[in-house]
């Protein structure tokens, strides 16, 4: 398999396109049981998401964080030292297998992150995020050449008091002169529950934690900094209502960021089955935002991978569970009708095919009403 991408702000040779219907008629539960399935391969198979993810972090911290802190005196937004400043509430919608999670995770470094999916099984994906609080490595400091600041594994502020068995210094070791000095009575000492930070610093913890649900009608946490995504969003049976949520619970200034597909993804697919769904356009999406967001930043691109035959392109969208609404039964007649067609419509000579991606990516920041 292999990828090529081609990426234009304009990918479309219309100028104006008609808005079509925004609500479409989805079973999220067939969708959900498809990517549960598909969760112990599709970190392997997701190719073009991985990459969409990686993407969108580097658009998000280029054009988002920079927008997020405060005007100096000239009218200028003063940039941020680093991302983490910017965002101190994330959460994310349609975590999935945590690709895009732990990009957030390491690179924005919040106090707090949301994770949010629509299978309960993806709990299994994300677990060493929740686990211990989603603790992350800190920066190396002066005088410590390894860069090694703590061991993730070491408790460092509950350990247990020595036992009966343990060593104890012999009778040769040695004890300090007669003119040591000693603490004078009047030296405050740590209490017992006295948290001793290791090298200096105590270790960066972000409070991670995963809610299973419908993100169309989640209540996220009032005061959210940056409600975000990767691929998720061309599920949504009402896309213009769920920006109309997420603009109730974001922080003044707050930042909606996501990627999404738009109308040409998987267009052999559709255009052999005449089955997909109905994605959105660039302009669609702008339409749907701008009464309540101010777009920051908007791109689209068109990514092809190729296959060796068409029975891979058909493995490939079982292993990343994107058949969610397909619900056809493929016979070996059918099966080989669609082989034919496919690589009549988009062989190449050596016969393989191609499948197409269309990625979109949106950062917006909250308008007050």
């Known amino acids: 398999m292999t990828l090529c991408t081609t990426s234009n702000p304009s990918i479309s040779n219309e100028t104006t396109e008609e808005m079509t219907c925004n609500a479409q008629s989805i079973d999220k539960a067939l969708v959900a049981r498809r990517f549960a399935h598909a969760r112990d391969t599709y970190g392997s198979e997701a190719r073009v998401q991985q990459q969409v993810a990686e993407k969108m972090l580097r658009l998000l911290t280029a054009h988002a ?3 997020a802190t405060a005007p100096d005196g000239n009218g200028d937004r003063q940039q941020p030292r680093n991302a983490a400043l910017s965002f101190r509430h994330i959460a994310e919608f349609g975590c999935g297998t945590g690709c895009y999670s732990r990009l957030l995770l390491r690179t924005l470094q ?4 949301l994770l949010n999916d629509l299978c309960p099984e993806m709990e299994e994906c994300i677990h060493d995020l929740l686990t211990g609080g989603g ?8 005088g410590n050449a390894s860069g090694v600041l703590y061991d993730a594994d070491v408790e460092l502020y509950s350990a247990e008091t020595p036992s009966e068995s343990t060593k104890v210094p012999s009778e040769n070791a040695k004890v300090p002169s007669e003119n040591a000095k000693v603490p004078s009575e009047n030296t405050k000492v740590p209490s017992e529950n006295t948290k001793v930070p290791l090298y200096g610093s105590s ?4 409070a991670v934690s995963f809610l299973p649900c419908d993100a169309e009608t989640l209540d996220f946490p009032q005061g959210t900094d940056l409600i975000t995504s990767c691929s998720t969003l061309q599920w949504f049976a009402d896309t ?3 920006f109309a949520r997420c603009h109730r619970f974001l922080s003044d200034g707050g930042i909606l960021a996501f990627s999404t597909f738009g109308k040409k993804n998987m267009r052999e ?3 052999l089955t005449g089955h997909g769904l109905e994605y959105l356009s660039l302009d669609n999406l702008k339409v749907l935002l701008s009464p309540r967001f101010e777009i920051l930043y908007a791109e689209e691109e068109i990514v092809s991978l190729s296959f060796g035959t068409p029975l891979e392109v058909l493995r490939h969208l079982k292993q990343t569970g994107v058949t969610g609404t397909e619900k056809r039964v493929w016979t070996r007649g059918r099966l080989q009708s669609f082989c034919d067609e496919y690589i009549r419509m988009c ?8 499948l197409t991606y269309h990625p979109i990516y949106v950062i917006a920041r909250k308008r007050e009403r």
């Not at 919040?110 to 992150?113: G, R």
């Not at 603790?135 to 002066?142: E, K, N, T, V």
């Not at 270790?203 to 972000?206: D, E, I, L, Q, S």
């Not at 062989?347 to 191609?354: F, L, P, T």
């Open 240 to 242: 213009e209502r769920f």
């Open 269 to 271: 697919i559709h255009t």
């Open 347 to 354: 062989g190449n000579d050596d016969r393989s095919v191609s």
């Open 65 to 67: 964080c920079t927008s």
């Open 110 to 113: 919040p106090e707090t992150l």
């Open 203 to 206: 270790p960066a913890t972000t």
């Open 135 to 142: 603790r992350l490595p800190c920066a190396p400091q002066a």
